[in-house]
């Protein structure tokens, strides 16, 4: 099983897979792999790499007067 990426064997198989789908439709199977493997990458690293978090707030001693004072009663 070890030995079935030989040259010779790639060789046959670019030879039919130019056979089965001619010269016009390599390119675009191609490239339809070649997008679907960066997909596949993006999406792998996204799920290896921690998401980024923001920056704490630091908040003052003070704390922030309030938006709306009470209003008064009568």
């Known amino acids: 099983m070890g030995d079935l990426l030989q040259p010779w064997h790639l060789v046959v198989l670019g030879v039919v897979a130019f056979l089965l789908f001619g010269a016009k439709r390599l390119p675009e199977l191609g490239k339809g792999l070649g997008e679907g493997l ?5 999406g792998l690293k996204g799920m290896t790499e921690p ?9 003052s001693a003070a704390p922030a007067p309030p938006a709306n004072p009470p209003a008064e009663q009568k």
């Open 38 to 42: 960066k997909g596949f990458k993006e």
């Open 51 to 59: 998401t980024p978090t923001a920056p704490a707030v630091q908040q």
